[in-house]
Protein backbone atom coordinates (compact mmCIF):
# COMPACT_ATOMS: atom_id res chain seq x y z
CA UNK A 1 0.00 0.00 0.00
CA UNK A 2 2.68 2.94 0.35
CA UNK A 3 3.79 2.27 -3.15
CA UNK A 4 0.32 3.40 -4.26
CA UNK A 5 -0.83 5.94 -1.43
CA UNK A 6 1.80 7.82 -0.48
CA UNK A 7 0.30 10.68 1.94
CA UNK A 8 0.19 9.73 5.37
CA UNK A 9 -4.01 10.55 5.16
CA UNK A 10 -4.15 7.94 2.37
CA UNK A 11 -2.64 5.14 4.34
CA UNK A 12 -4.63 6.20 7.41
CA UNK A 13 -7.82 6.10 5.63
CA UNK A 14 -7.29 2.60 4.39
CA UNK A 15 -6.20 0.69 7.55
CA UNK A 16 -9.30 2.23 9.08
CA UNK A 17 -11.32 0.78 6.31
CA UNK A 18 -9.89 -2.46 6.94
CA UNK A 19 -10.28 -2.43 10.17
CA UNK A 20 -14.27 -1.54 9.67
CA UNK A 21 -14.64 -4.35 7.53
CA UNK A 22 -13.28 -7.18 9.86
CA UNK A 23 -15.42 -5.31 12.98
CA UNK A 24 -18.24 -5.40 10.53
CA UNK A 25 -17.67 -9.11 9.22
CA UNK A 26 -17.15 -10.47 12.70
CA UNK A 27 -20.36 -8.39 14.15
CA UNK A 28 -23.02 -9.64 11.39
CA UNK A 29 -21.81 -13.11 11.97
CA UNK A 30 -22.03 -12.68 16.05
CA UNK A 31 -25.62 -11.61 15.13
CA UNK A 32 -26.86 -14.73 13.88
CA UNK A 33 -28.35 -16.71 16.21
CA UNK A 34 -27.25 -20.42 13.75
CA UNK A 35 -23.88 -20.73 13.42
CA UNK A 36 -22.58 -20.13 9.76
CA UNK A 37 -19.88 -19.89 7.60
CA UNK A 38 -18.41 -16.68 8.08
CA UNK A 39 -18.22 -14.46 4.95
CA UNK A 40 -16.75 -11.10 4.56
CA UNK A 41 -18.49 -10.49 1.12
CA UNK A 42 -21.05 -8.06 2.85
CA UNK A 43 -18.58 -5.63 4.00
CA UNK A 44 -17.90 -4.38 0.76
CA UNK A 45 -21.60 -2.29 0.83
CA UNK A 46 -20.23 -1.20 4.33
CA UNK A 47 -17.41 0.08 2.35
CA UNK A 48 -18.96 1.51 -0.37
CA UNK A 49 -21.73 3.27 2.23
CA UNK A 50 -18.74 4.54 4.02
CA UNK A 51 -17.00 5.44 0.75
CA UNK A 52 -19.87 7.54 -0.73
CA UNK A 53 -20.37 9.11 2.61
CA UNK A 54 -16.89 10.90 2.39
CA UNK A 55 -17.31 12.31 -0.98
CA UNK A 56 -21.02 13.32 -0.20
CA UNK A 57 -19.27 15.26 3.09
CA UNK A 58 -16.74 16.84 0.55
CA UNK A 59 -18.94 18.03 -2.23
CA UNK A 60 -21.55 19.38 0.69
CA UNK A 61 -18.29 21.17 2.28
CA UNK A 62 -17.34 22.57 -1.05
CA UNK A 63 -20.58 23.91 -1.78
CA UNK A 64 -21.64 25.34 1.99
CA UNK A 65 -24.84 23.50 1.96
CA UNK A 66 -26.68 23.34 5.51
CA UNK A 67 -27.18 19.84 5.77
CA UNK A 68 -26.72 17.67 9.06
CA UNK A 69 -24.46 14.67 9.16
CA UNK A 70 -27.62 12.14 10.16
CA UNK A 71 -29.12 13.32 6.87
CA UNK A 72 -25.77 12.67 5.11
CA UNK A 73 -25.35 8.77 6.68
CA UNK A 74 -28.39 7.95 4.89
CA UNK A 75 -27.03 8.81 1.84
CA UNK A 76 -24.15 6.15 2.60
CA UNK A 77 -27.09 3.41 3.44
CA UNK A 78 -28.93 3.80 0.67
CA UNK A 79 -25.53 4.01 -1.53
CA UNK A 80 -24.86 0.74 -0.04
CA UNK A 81 -28.25 -0.72 -0.32
CA UNK A 82 -28.19 0.37 -4.03
CA UNK A 83 -25.04 -1.19 -4.88
CA UNK A 84 -26.02 -4.24 -2.94
CA UNK A 85 -28.89 -4.51 -5.87
CA UNK A 86 -27.30 -3.74 -8.59
CA UNK A 87 -24.58 -6.33 -7.81
CA UNK A 88 -27.74 -8.92 -7.55
CA UNK A 89 -28.27 -8.71 -11.09
CA UNK A 90 -24.45 -10.38 -11.99
CA UNK A 91 -25.81 -13.64 -9.26
CA UNK A 92 -25.22 -16.67 -10.81
CA UNK A 93 -26.74 -18.12 -8.13
CA UNK A 94 -23.98 -21.18 -8.02
CA UNK A 95 -24.14 -20.50 -4.33
CA UNK A 96 -26.32 -22.95 -1.56
CA UNK A 97 -29.52 -21.61 -1.42
CA UNK A 98 -30.54 -20.05 1.43
CA UNK A 99 -34.09 -18.26 3.01
CA UNK A 100 -34.60 -14.84 1.77
Known amino acids: MPLV ?3 GTAL ?9 II ?12 PRMLSFGHAV ?4 GALFVVHAMN ?13 VRIFGGIAGLASRSSSDRFDSGAAA ?3 R
Open 59 to 71: AIIRAKLPIPLPV
Open 5 to 7: FRS
Open 23 to 34: FAAVLQHAARPE
Open 97 to 99: PHS
Open 12 to 20: TMMSLMGIM
Open 45 to 48: YYGL
